[in-house]
């Protein structure tokens, strides 16, 4: 039963990408999205550069600018994520080295007969149902020595940020699946709407040791001062998580 959810939940997230996908693109590529040029890529792009990695799995790629970025110190990279029209997109400008592939990772897993010196996973962790299987199925494909990088929204102050904390069916401790309108600093106006799961810090500390990952690195970024300069109000607290865990 617990999977059968999973997987209904699985699909509505990945409907609600395959509509915000165009979008994205737009927010990221014009610039407009501070958080991802200017925060999360350039983060992601210094903790897979300590490993100098020769293949490089982008584990809910979107539409692919990430892996682009990341084809520029890894040999070979592959995309992969479930929503179809991401995969689209990313098609349209595959760079040397990147390939796409329209898969979720715990299908691509058991499938694969490579594996990668690292797998990232860029604001993915907190969207996906299940946790583990994601976890599991990434060490599945990572060398003995691999990296598991990943950027989240931070649990302990994402609920404040986006504005939930207060609401009377909001309990920390729990897990939590909610819906909301998708927003970035600078693009408050749409009407698509997201799904994420909220979970305590210990249950993905918690899963990250299940799956076999120790975390080596773990950073709550601040925006430097002629980046916070960019938003239309100061960062009083880190509003994501970014760490690396290395295979037991």
């Not at 799995?57 to 992969?80: F, H, P, W, Y």
């Not at 997201?194 to 120790?214: D, K, N, Q, W």
């Not at 980046?227 to 880190?238: D, G, I, K, L, T």
């Amino acid at each position: 039963m617990l999977q059968k959810i999973q997987y209904k939940a699985l699909e509505k997230i990945t409907a609600e990408w395959d509509e915000l996908a165009s979008l994205r693109l737009d927010q990221i590529t014009s610039g407009i999205d501070i958080t991802y040029n200017h925060i999360l890529i350039p983060s992601v792009i210094r903790l897979v550069s300590q490993i100098s990695p020769t293949r490089v799995l982008d584990a809910g790629c979107g539409v692919g600018v990430l892996s682009k970025n990341l084809s520029t110190i890894a040999r070979e990279v592959i995309g992969i994520d479930p929503s179809s029209r991401s995969i689209e997109i990313a098609r349209t400008f595959e760079a040397t080295g990147v390939r796409f592939v329209h898969t979720t990772i715990e299908q691509f897993a058991p499938s694969n007969d490579i594996l990668f010196d690292s797998v990232v996973a860029n604001m993915v962790i907190m969207d996906t149902p299940d946790l583990a299987g994601f976890l599991s199925s990434a060490r599945q494909v990572l060398h003995e020595n691999g990296v598991f990088i990943f950027t989240l929204t931070h649990p302990c102050f994402w609920p404040t940020y986006y504005g939930y904390a207060s609401e009377t069916w909001f309990k920390y401790n729990e897990e939590i699946m909610i819906e909301d309108q998708f927003r970035i600093s600078r693009d408050r106006s749409g009407s698509l709407m997201s799904t994420h799961i909220h979970r305590p810090l210990e249950v993905y500390f918690m899963r990250f040791a299940e799956a076999g990952f120790v975390i080596e690195t773990l950073q709550e970024p601040m925006p430097a001062p002629n980046v916070e300069a960019m938003y239309s109000e100061p960062w009083s607290r880190p509003r994501y998580l970014i760490g690396s865990c290395r295979v037991v």
